[in-house]
């Protein structure tokens, strides 16, 4: 199996078709990863950062799986400055035109003259454009979005538009962060059922 970080950049999109004819995450990969890989999850076309990309089709569906709540993390610039209210709803889940968000992870990161905000947020869901929605609902246009982790791996200090192998390490850690033991076994779950 194969498993490769890349640190996406703006005007890519994450799917391995576009009938638009636009630059696919693929592509950044060149011949040096011969087997084919998918992303995990999706990053839309305007956002940067983490993309987990593998040919492990057990791994991916349990880091994508609703009950894992393998949380993501974002780093937003946003027009304007999130009211603490703000804040506090994104912290307890808003509604969007296809319900309700799950409580989000928020904190407020830089304010900038004259009119802009930096913040982190920590989900765990995964729909489509998901983030912009949330703070357009609340009146914040995203400028700029970047995923800076999926579970336990970390983007760190990889270049914008580079890729690299994971380390066992990484890769045993997701395993369990997707519930599942290497080799695609399920893990038994402790606690309830």
Do not use: C
């Not at 640190?7 to 638009?20: I, R």
């Not at 035109?97 to 930096?118: I, Q, W």
């Amino acid at each position: 199996k194969v498993y490769v970080m890349l640190n996406k950049p703006k005007g890519y999109v994450s799917t391995l078709y576009d009938p638009q004819g636009r630059p696919k995450v693929i592509d950044l990969l060149g011949d040096e990863v011969a087997e084919r890989v998918y992303p995990v999850g999706r990053l839309d076309y305007d956002s940067e950062g983490l993309l987990l990309l593998t040919n492990d089709g057990d791994l991916a569906h349990g880091l994508m799986h609703p009950s894992r709540m393998v949380k993501k993390t974002y780093i937003v610039k946003v027009r304007g400055v999130p009211s603490a209210a703000k804040l506090r709803a994104l912290q307890e889940g808003i509604q969007l035109e296809d319900g309700p968000t799950a409580p989000a992870d928020v904190k407020l990161l830089e304010v900038r003259p004259p009119n802009s905000a930096t913040l982190s947020i920590r989900i765990h869901e995964g729909r489509n454009r998901q983030v912009r929605r949330m703070f357009a609902a609340l009146g914040h246009e995203v400028i700029h979005l970047r995923r800076t982790t999926l579970g336990p791996l970390k983007l760190g200090d990889l270049p914008v538009g580079q890729w690299r192998y994971l380390t066992e390490q990484e890769v045993a850690a997701l395993y369990r962060a997707a519930g599942l033991r290497l080799g695609g076994k399920p893990r038994k779950r402790k606690g309830r059922r």
